[in-house]
């Protein structure tokens, strides 16, 4: 091996665990601004009079891009089409108004409601017990005219 080779290796691993020690990681790919959009979202569902429980699992890595998953469990009496609708509009409003709406990370936010007649198992993933789902994301135009400005900060 010549040396121009061997000290090009050595640099590049010098570099590599720089990397890692100094917490650039590009195989992680965590956000902290997506956790706390996802962490205010369940927190304000929770603060809904019929909702009984809701979660979120968020998804991160070069090998599964940005997943976040949130559940939500609704009283059987008191679901209906509007309670579902403003739980839609409380997760499409606090995304707006998050910082994470600006990332150029393709994510993928997307939401189950349950009844709590029916609600999943511990862990349980799927859509089989579900009384709605769909994804939470607003256009611009709407979210300007529905919502207000967005933040300036970051």
């Known amino acids: 091996m010549s040396t121009a080779r061997c000290v090009a290796g050595v640099v590049g691993l010098v570099v590599l665990l720089v990397g890692l ?16 959009l996802c962490k205010k979202i369940v927190a304000d569902w929770k603060a809904q009079a019929e909702v009984v429980d809701a979660s979120y699992v968020y998804v991160h890595g070069i090998d599964s891009g940005q997943q976040i998953d949130l559940d939500v469990i609704v009283r059987a009496e008191s679901f209906t089409a509007e309670v579902w609708e403003r739980l839609e509009d409380i997760a499409n409003r ?42 939470i994301g607003v256009s611009p135009k709407a979210g300007l005219e529905k919502y207000g400005p967005r933040p300036t900060t970051k």
Not at 23 to 35: A, I, R
Not at 104 to 132: C, H, W
């Open 94 to 135: 606090d995304y707006w108004l998050s910082t994470a709406y600006d990332r150029e990370d393709r994510m993928s936010f997307q939401y189950v409601v349950y009844s709590s007649d029916n609600p999943p198992a511990k862990g349980e993933v799927g859509l089989s017990k579900s009384i709605g789902h769909g994804d």
């Open 21 to 36: 020690l100094s917490g650039c990681n590009l195989f992680v790919q965590y956000y902290e601004d997506v956790d706390e």
